[in-house]
């Protein structure tokens, strides 16, 4: 699967109440502009990056050149395409660097993944999507397409179940039924019901099972990490190869793990 369809996002106007003083447009269409490379294109033209974030053409020169000024795109004085620069990873590198819980977690994900010898990754939801704040990889993977800052689905992944699953019925219902519900996989669970029974399985286990539905051959376990009053914030998960792990001897083995590691990251119940 391509790293672009793995970390895809959908470039979207805020949602601002029309009667917002506050609210400057202009900064929520530079960062319309930004957001328009999130699908995972590398370089556009103008017409492109007007027609990805609804913008008329002298409206997205003018943000292009601004950014460009700002060092945040950078344009090829040959093909005249922009693209983002280096620049754009350190404000997700001022997050990671400034995030109590990525600090806090860190000696506990180094300790889990010496245990598990697997990729481990810390991920919170995002609306419909889980997003990787930190991840260590396997010296058995040979290649990923998820990194930091990586966004995927939240229906279909383990991280995403154990804090849907976590959540009050009805929010998690919503979320699903908003996702965008598709077979990346030909095991993709997409049947609202079907879905609904997953989260009360990972209710009943305490740690959420996803096998090849979102990458084939993969097996992912994880388990949700909880606020003090009880609610998802974050989860903890170990992913591996079904050529050397079955469903079955991955749950056995990590599962006791990514529910112990997220017990003691969640915050003390009030």
């Known amino acids: 699967m391509p790293a672009a369809e793995a970390t895809s996002r959908r470039t979207r106007p805020a949602e601002e109440p029309a009667e917002d003083g506050l609210f400057v447009h202009s900064v929520e269409k530079a960062f319309r502009v930004l957001d328009a490379f999130g699908g995972g294109a590398r370089a556009m033209g103008l017409t492109e990056i007007a027609n990805a974030t609804g913008l ?74 889980i997003v990787y704040l930190s991840r260590l990889l396997s010296r058995h993977m040979l290649r990923t397409n998820v990194n930091v800052g990586s966004r995927l689905p939240a229906y279909c992944t383990a991280p995403g179940r154990a804090m849907l699953a976590r959540l009050p019925r009805a929010a998690a219902r919503r979320l699903i039924l908003a996702s965008d519900r598709r077979t990346w996989t030909p095991q993709t669970v997409v049947a609202v019901p079907a879905l609904l029974d997953k989260l009360e399985e990972a209710v009943a286990r305490g740690f959420a099972l996803a096998c090849g539905e979102i990458y084939p051959g993969d097996v992912s376990v994880a388990a949700a990490v909880l606020d003090a009053d009880g609610q998802p914030y974050a989860a903890v998960n170990v992913a591996a190869s079904l050529a050397r792990c079955t469903p079955d001897a991955a749950m056995e083995r990590f599962a006791p793990l990514v529910i112990s590691t997220a017990a003691a990251l969640s915050e003390p119940r009030r």
């Open 56 to 129: 008329d053409r002298s409206a997205a020169q003018r943000f292009t050149h601004t950014l460009e000024r700002l060092g945040y795109l950078a344009k090829d004085p040959r093909t005249r395409q922009y693209s983002l620069t280096i620049r754009t990873l350190e404000l997700g590198a001022r997050y990671v660097r400034s995030s109590p819980l990525v600090d806090r977690a860190t000696p506990y994900l180094l300790d889990l993944s010496r245990a598990t010898e697997e990729a481990v990754s810390l991920t919170v939801l995002d609306g419909t999507e």
